[in-house]
């Protein structure tokens, strides 16, 4: 099974509904990928309330994307999440770049970074819609790479 990692800050939002929705294509896929998430600065998201933000569990409940009755809360990201990962995506590369170099700068230029700004600067609306439409041209380049 091949992995992808999504990273964010808080692992609460954006790459929260990215891993869940890229998993739940990726079944209806019968793609060999599974995603997992994580946050490169959770202290930053002191007002996060609940294991997912509302936006995020909202957005995927409107695609019909189930989240576990057992939702887990926000994970850092640590060395091993890296070092298992197949692909890793972090979702701004102007917010999480710094971060990467500050934080984990052996790993900083050899993943991917998307331009998806956090609520403080695009409506959840816009910025889900650009994360899924990034997933689905993740998942149709995976399904054509069998």
Not at 6 to 12: A, H, K, R, V
Not at 133 to 140: A, G, Y
């Amino acid at each position: 099974m091949n992995k992808i990692l999504f990273l964010c800050t808080g692992n609460y939002y954006r790459s929260r509904f990215a891993e869940h929705l890229f998993n739940w294509l990726a079944v209806k896929q019968g793609l060999d990928w599974q995603a997992d998430s994580r946050g490169l600065a959770l202290e930053q998201g002191v007002n996060n309330v609940g294991p997912i933000s509302r936006y995020a569990a909202e957005a995927l409940a409107v695609r019909l994307v189930n989240l576990p009755d057992d939702e887990r809360f926000p994970l850092p990201a640590s060395e091993p999440d890296f070092q298992s990962a197949t692909r890793i995506i972090a979702l701004d590369e102007l917010e999480h770049r710094p971060l990467m170099n500050e934080r984990f700068p052996h790993w900083a230029d050899a993943i991917e970074y998307w331009l998806v700004h956090d609520i403080d600067k695009t409506s959840a609306t816009v910025a889900l819609g650009q994360i899924e439409k990034h997933i689905l041209q993740l998942v149709e380049q995976l399904a054509q790479s069998y």
